[in-house]
Nanobody, 115 residues
């Protein structure tokens, strides 16, 4: 069973930065795709970014140039660096692992951008 544990959320002012972490209970090297999704109140969960085993990345247009996904295979951890945060980035952020078409989710971490 794959377990994902997110951390690093919190309250930040507009223009600020946060780094989210996703610690996996399995070796992440070779996982097909890992990514981050978010869900704002009253809205559907949406893709933020993905990172393939080969190192390719994909970002939602709304976060391009501001967010960066990365991983540390030695720590089995995936990160989401979020810069220039905006109020519309407020959401619960979820880590996702796609392993042979099976999706695994973390419990989520709240990010609130407000002055």
């Amino acid at each position: 069973q794959v377990q994902l544990v997110e951390s690093g959320g919190g309250l930040v002012q507009p223009g600020g930065s946060l780094r989210l972490s996703c610690a996996a209970s399995v070796i992440i090297f070779g996982i097909d795709v890992m990514g981050w999704y978010r869900q704002a109140p009253g809205k559907q969960r949406e893709l933020v970014t993905t990172l393939t085993a080969g190192g390719s990345t994909n970002y939602a247009d709304s976060v391009k140039g501001r967010f960066t996904i990365s991983r540390d295979n030695a720590k089995n951890t995936v990160y989401l660096q979020m810069n220039s945060l905006k109020p519309e980035d407020t959401a619960v952020y979820y880590c996702n692992a796609n392993i042979q078409l099976a999706h695994y989710w973390g419990q989520g971490t709240q990010v609130t951008v407000s002055s």
